[in-house]
């Protein structure tokens, strides 16, 4: 009995992340798909799928939640490293590298996060500033360089997407290299005008989605 309910338990996982990795397939390609295709990507039930998942809202909670999961684990990887550029560095690629910001720019805004999620994201804005302070200190990231550059630099990584999935990785190693030379302390001249600010980087989480967006989205 134990070892069918282990079987049923893996199985379980299983679908669970193909669902998942389904979903964000889907929601990259149209934020506003309705959660039967994403039953259909995933080649199960669309019952299957409401067992696991209230509806849309929960499923997209749970994407973004994940990704913000990958992040702090990023985070905390890299203030490991004794250096506070090359910790600064190790995040950048990790975060990247896992992709995390293409899926949160595309649903922003379309969901309600959860009283955890905002803990989560006020965790890891402060781990992120703690690496570009530690950069600054150390003297290896340029002193007009603020956290809030680094989001935007992350988003215009994940922004970089072409058909093929290795290529995309391989463009976005380059693009990362580039911006990083660019963010390095030296001789360089001042950046032109104020970095973002908070309002600047969260108004689209503000946004409220209209009655028959939500109506078709579900």
Avoid at 46 to 68: E, F, V
Avoid at 107 to 121: I, N, Q, R
Wanted: with cysteine; aromatic share 4%; hydrophobic share 45%.
């Amino acid at each position: 009995m134990s070892t069918n309910l282990s079987g049923r338990r893996v199985q379980a996982a299983r679908n669970d992340g193909v669902i998942l990795s389904a979903a964000r397939d889907v929601f990259l390609e149209d934020p506003k798909a309705p959660i039967a295709a994403v039953a259909e990507r995933a080649g199960v039930g669309i019952s299957a799928l409401y067992r696991r998942y209230k509806g849309k809202d929960d499923l997209l909670r749970t994407l973004c939640h994940d990704g913000l999961r990958t992040f702090i684990a990023e985070a905390e990887r890299a203030a490991e490293e004794p250096d506070g550029w090359a910790a600064l560095v190790r995040f950048l690629g990790g975060v990247v590298e896992a992709d995390v910001h293409s899926l949160t720019v595309h649903l922003a805004g379309t969901f309600t996060p959860t009283p955890e999620m905002s803990a989560d994201a006020v965790r890891a804005g402060a781990l992120a500033g703690d690496l570009v302070a530690r950069a600054h200190d150390d003297g290896g990231l340029r002193p007009d360089v603020v956290v809030a550059d680094v989001t935007l630099i992350l988003e215009a990584c994940a922004a970089i997407r072409v058909p093929d999935r290795d290529r995309t990785v391989e463009l976005r190693r380059r693009h990362l290299a580039l911006l990083l030379d660019g963010m390095r302390r030296g001789d360089a001249t001042g950046l032109p005008g104020p970095p973002p600010d908070a309002a600047e980087l969260n108004w689209r989480w503000a946004q409220s989605r209209q009655p028959a967006q939500r109506d078709a989205a579900e």
